[in-house]
T-cell receptor, first 112, second 114 residues
Framework: GEDVEQSLFLSVREGDSSVINCTYT??????LYWYKQEPGAGLQLLTY?????DMKQDQRLTVLLNKKDKHLSLRIADTQTGDSAIYFC????????????FGSGTRLLVRP | NAGVTQTPKFRVLKTGQSMTLLCAQD?????MYWYRQDPGMGLRLIHY???????AKGEVPDGYNVSRLKKQNFLLGLESAAPSQTSVYFC?????????????FGEGSRLTVL
C-alpha cells in the first residue's frame, strides 16, 4: 500500500523560506496534497498538484514534484509567524474508492 | 456556515465503556470519513462512507463501528473502549470521490481511555 513519509520538525526564522519535504511510495497517486493543521483545529487544504505536473505556484507557496524520485516539497516564501503549524503531505489513489493517505506531518516553527 | 461539526470535543472513558462520536456536515457531501491522529503517525483512516446507508473499512477499522443513516451524519462507535483507542478523532467529508476532491475536516474529538 501507499506510504507517505515526512520529517517531523522544521524551525525557520521569520522572513526566511521554509521547505517541507515528503516522499511517497505509490507512483499511481493521481493527486498529491498539502494540508495545514493549526493548533486545536482540523486540517485545511493548502494546495494540491496533479501527478503529471512538475511545479505549481500559488502566491507564497510553491509545490515541486519529482516523480522519478517520488519526492514532493512545499516551499513557503517569506515565512510568517502565522505559518507555524503542522503540515501534512497526502497522496490520493484509487482503491475501491478514491482515498487519501497522509504522512505523519511536519511541525513548522517560525521564530521571530 | 458550520461545515463539519463533531461532538463531543473531549471525552474520558474507562476501559470497557462504550461511546459514540457524532459527525454532522451541512454541505450535502456524499463522502464522509473517520480518521484517528496519533503522535508521529499522521492520520489513519478508520472507516468511510460513500453515501447514505453505506459504510466501508479503512486502514484501522478494528474496535470501531460506524453508521450513516442520514446523508448529513456519520457516527463512529466504540463498543468496548481500550487504552489503545486514546487518540484524536477527525471526521471529514468530500463532495465525491473524484480527485482533486478537497476534504473538509471537523475540529477533532479528543478521546482518552483510562
Amino acid at each position: 500500500g501507499e506510504d507517505v513519509e515526512q520529517s517531523l520538525f522544521l524551525s525557520v526564522r521569520e522572513g526566511d523560506s521554509s521547505v517541507i519535504n515528503c516522499t511517497y511510495t505509490d507512483s499511481s497517486s493521481t493527486y498529491l496534497y498539502w494540508y495545514k493543521q493549526e493548533p486545536g483545529a482540523g486540517l485545511q487544504l493548502l494546495t494540491y498538484i496533479f501527478s503529471n505536473m512538475d511545479m505549481k505556484q500559488d502566491q507564497r507557496l510553491t509545490v515541486l514534484l519529482n516523480k522519478k524520485d517520488k519526492h514532493l516539497s512545499l516551499r513557503i516564501a517569506d515565512t510568517q509567524t502565522g505559518d507555524s503549524a503542522i503540515y501534512f503531505c497526502a497522496g490520493g489513489f484509487m482503491d475501491s474508492s478514491y482515498k487519501l493517505i497522509f504522512g505523519s506531518g511536519t511541525r513548522l516553527l517560525v521564530r521571530p | 456556515n458550520a461545515g463539519v461539526t463533531q461532538t463531543p470535543k473531549f471525552r474520558v472513558l474507562k476501559t470497557g465503556q462504550s461511546m459514540t462520536l457524532l459527525c454532522a456536515q451541512d454541505m450535502n457531501h456524499e463522502y464522509m470519513y473517520w480518521y484517528r491522529q496519533d503522535p508521529g503517525m499522521g492520520l489513519r483512516l478508520i472507516h468511510y462512507s460513500v453515501g447514505e446507508g453505506t459504510t466501508a473499512k479503512g486502514e484501522v477499522p478494528d474496535g470501531y463501528n460506524v453508521s450513516r443513516l442520514k446523508k448529513q451524519n456519520f457516527l463512529l462507535g466504540l463498543e468496548s473502549a481500550a487504552p489503545s483507542q486514546t487518540s484524536v478523532y477527525f471526521c471529514a467529508s468530500s463532495l465525491d470521490d473524484r480527485g482533486p476532491g478537497e476534504l473538509f475536516f471537523g475540529e477533532g474529538s479528543r478521546l482518552t481511555v483510562l
